[in-house]
């Protein structure tokens, strides 16, 4: 009777990156670059983002951490956070090939839509504190996973402290 | 001699005539006060075999409502189509059931079937209601709900909500990486589908005010975004194109628009936009997080929640954003409001330690909490504003599940899903 679109596929992407070697570097093997997203597009393929988990492990070598905490239904930077931040724009200034997603989350003990909502603050703040420390606007966007990806299963204070976090993913 | 009556046959799929009988009629008190469970007697439909599951769906969606306590159809005597209109009452008093369904099933000249669905008063000796529904075979789960309908509405007084579906999202797997998919079933769990792959995580599906439409909420690209879905084709599309965080949709009582947040620079606010298609409206801008925006059923106005105040409470506007004020003053928070259909009330997700689902006026007064999980959230109403629908999540690792709880009280009733389940939301009565 009904049928359920499948609303498009991701394109994996696999990017070797090559070193000096006297013999030729492996090929890239990428598949070609995004069409500009048509910003009126109403196709859901259009939005596809490309993750990098390589440079995302360089990021986290070089910068002590891809992660940064909140407290509870809070969206200020600690100094700590701060920190951690400014080695990350560090890392970004150094790789100025690709973007950040900054991407907020929230513990379970806030309802659903409403943390959507928080999440996004926390990773507006963070942006802000890249910015302030000379990332360039056009290579940071910010969204919010709200609840909906804890890495902490627990319900308890300690899981929840975890889960309240904004992370840094690189993507192309 | 088969002396059958005259049946005011409602056709499913071709009109969708009121049950006017039901709607005219005081509440009927049976054996006791309407508050006590009525023990109700629904034996086997004679005419065909699938006359005994038609008892059984009656049986089990007249159970859901609370107010009865279901007889059969296993264990009861069972009559022939004759007898349908004209039961030995005598013999249904000294059983000590004080109603009784009866009908039957026969063959139409067009191929469907009809289902005739009466209701008798036993106690009084008299039938208070009667009617057919014409359906096709693979449609009798449909001719069931109906009668069970007509069945609730005569003895409660209050409209139908039986025949209805909810869609939700089903999860699976673990906490930490939870596979969810917008999913869409009958109200009693039968006719189960779902409706995404599960690749993108899905959240905070609504139907249409016909139910012919969804608006739900998917991670496309990493960003939350509203797509509007059609049900019977299962086309879909971006509402609102555009690199934006969007989230938190819900149609107009008239089905035209969409409500909906948007988040950006640190803030979210609530805009409209046409359902097929235009420019969003800006309908807030203060700072503060504005969410969960939920239509009264006359489209004038929407409540909504904010947190402009220091934290969450609930807030109506006018349905251009104008008039903006605070109806929540109970202590501890509010959140996630829907307006109920009938338009009396309010429920509402209330956070105050656990989280409770609770209704209020839509000016604020009468707050009566419904449940008592340790968080319980997201209300939506079934079609009479009798019933509401929420998820309750567990302390841990487990599956949240779907509860519906009545306003009159009593305890919340588990969904029959098969999987866990959260962010259901109840269709209107299905045509």
């Known amino acids: 009777m009904n049928r359920t679109v499948l609303i498009g596929m991701t394109a994996l992407a696999l990017a070797i990156g090559g070193c000096a070697k006297r013999t030729p570097p492996p090929a890239e093997v990428t598949p070609p670059p995004a069409a500009e997203a048509n910003p009126n597009s109403t196709d859901p393929n259009s939005l596809e983002v490309v993750e990098l988990p390589a440079l995302q492990a360089d990021l986290v070598a070089k910068a002590g951490s891809d992660t940064v905490y909140f407290g509870t239904d809070e969206y200020s930077l600690d100094q700590a956070t701060q920190t951690t931040l400014a080695a990350q724009a560090r890392w970004m200034m150094a790789n100025p090939n690709v973007r950040a997603s900054i991407e907020g989350h929230c513990d379970e003990r806030g309802t659903r839509e409403y943390n959507q909502a928080l999440g996004e603050r926390r990773a507006n703040a963070v942006r802000d504190y890249l910015l302030s420390q000379g990332v360039p606007a056009a290579r940071l966007v910010t969204t919010s996973w709200g609840k909906e990806r804890p890495v902490a299963t627990g319900s308890n204070e300690e899981a929840w402290a975890q889960n309240r976090r904004a992370v840094t993913v690189i993507i192309r | 001699m088969i002396k059958r009556l005259a049946l005011a046959c409602l056709s499913l799929g071709l009109s969708t005539a009121a049950l006017s009988q039901a709607q005219d009629e005081p509440p009927e008190v049976i054996g006791g006060s309407v508050r006590t469970s009525t023990a109700i007697a629904v034996p086997v439909m004679p005419g065909d075999v699938i006359g005994r599951q038609v008892a059984e769906v009656i049986a089990s969606d007249l159970r859901s ?70 359906v096709t075979g693979s449609d009798w789960r449909r001719a069931a709900h109906k009668c069970a309908d007509l069945v609730y509405s005569r003895l409660s007084g209050q409209q139908p909500f039986l025949d209805t579906r909810v869609v939700y999202v089903a999860e699976t797997g673990p906490k930490n990486n939870r596979q969810k998919r917008v999913a869409i079933m009958d109200s009693d769990g039968s006719n189960h589908r779902y409706l995404t792959i599960g690749r993108n995580t899905v959240v905070t599906p609504r139907f249409s005010p016909r139910g012919d439409r969804l608006v739900y909420v998917s991670y496309i690209g990493r960003k939350p975004r509203v797509l509007l879905y059609d049900v019977a084709s299962g086309q879909e599309r971006l509402l609102i194109p555009g690199d934006h965080i969007t989230f938190a949709p819900r149609f107009s009582p008239d089905g035209r628009d969409v409500v909906y947040s948007m988040a950006e620079n640190g803030n979210t606010d609530i805009y409209v936009v046409s359902a097929s298609g235009g420019p969003p409206r800006r309908l807030t801008a203060t700072p503060g997080a504005d969410t969960s925006p939920s239509y009264s059923p006359d489209g004038r106005r929407i409540v909504f929640e904010s947190d402009r105040s220091g ?84 302390q841990g690792a487990g599956a949240a599940r779907l509860y519906a709880v009545s306003i009159e009280g009593g305890p919340a009733r588990m969904m029959p899903t098969p999987v866990g389940g959260s962010d259901p939301s109840w269709s209107p009565l299905n045509n």
């Not at chain 2, 109603?99 to 009084?124: K, N, W």
């Not at chain 2, 409001?337 to 309010?346: C, D, E, K, M, V």
Request: aromatic fraction near 12%.
């Open chain 2, 311 to 394: 934290n969450q409470q609930l807030y109506v506007m006018d349905a251009d954003g104008s008039g903006q004020r605070r109806i929540s003053f109970g202590g501890g928070r509010y959140a996630s409001p829907s307006w109920s259909p009938a338009g009396n009330l309010i429920a509402f997700t209330k956070i105050a330690g656990p989280f409770r689902i609770g209704v209020m006026s839509p000016s604020g007064g009468g707050e009566k909490i419904l449940t008592d999980g340790w968080q319980d959230e997201g209300p939506s109403w079934a079609p009479n504003g009798q019933f509401v629908m929420f998820h309750r999540t567990p």
């Open chain 2, 65 to 134: 409502t609370g107010m009865f306590t279901p007889l059969g159809p296993s264990g009861l005597p069972s009559y022939s189509v004759e007898e349908a209109g004209n039961p030995a009452y005598p013999s249904w008093r000294n059983a000590g059931v004080a109603a009784l369904v009866s009908g039957y099933i026969e063959p139409r000249p067009d191929g469907r079937m009809t289902v005739a669905c009466y209701l008798h008063d036993v106690t009084a000796g008299r039938e208070l209601v009667h009617q057919g529904f014409a």
